[in-house]
């Protein structure tokens, strides 16, 4: 099998919020951490820099959309922006709301927890997650 079949990116298991002909941003499932996002790019590209500059540029214009409209509707403490890939080669921007009370602040997310977020607290966030996928696609709309 080739990567591109084996690629959990690639064959995405969530509907996007935005999708267009170069990339896509979906919420994440991550329960303790509403508003959680990914911006992927739709081709099968391991690194930035295998993008023309007019789409790295595209491409990370998007990011920053997604973290404005975190900024505005979730109004997070702070915001983790990241591309790893190690695990899964396709590139992809994590852009992750960060809170003082959340599960690993001021950790990075892939770090031990050291502590366990108020559900009250998780419930407010989550039900903001409607919002925010206007506020993104609202935005996203903007610069297509």
């Known amino acids: ?16 919020i935005w999708h267009d002909d170069k990339l896509s941003v979906i919420l994440v499932d991550d329960a303790a951490y509403p508003g959680f996002c990914r911006v992927i790019w739709n081709d099968h590209v391991k690194e930035m820099t295998d993008l023309a500059p007019g789409d790295r540029a595209l491409f990370m214009d998007a990011v920053w959309h997604v973290e404005l409209a975190q900024r505005d509707v979730l109004k997070p403490a702070k915001i983790n922006v990241a591309s790893l890939g190690n695990m899964t080669p396709h590139l992809h921007w994590h852009v992750i709301p960060r809170y003082a009370d959340d599960a ?3 950790n990075p997310v892939w770090t031990v927890a050291v502590r366990a977020t108020d559900e009250a607290t998780l419930a407010e966030r989550r039900a903001l997650l409607p919002k925010l996928a206007g506020d993104i696609v609202r935005r996203m709309e903007k610069t297509a």
């Open 104 to 106: 690993h602040f001021p």
């Open 1 to 16: 099998m080739s990567a591109v079949n084996t690629c959990e990116l690639c064959q995405l298991a969530v509907e996007p």
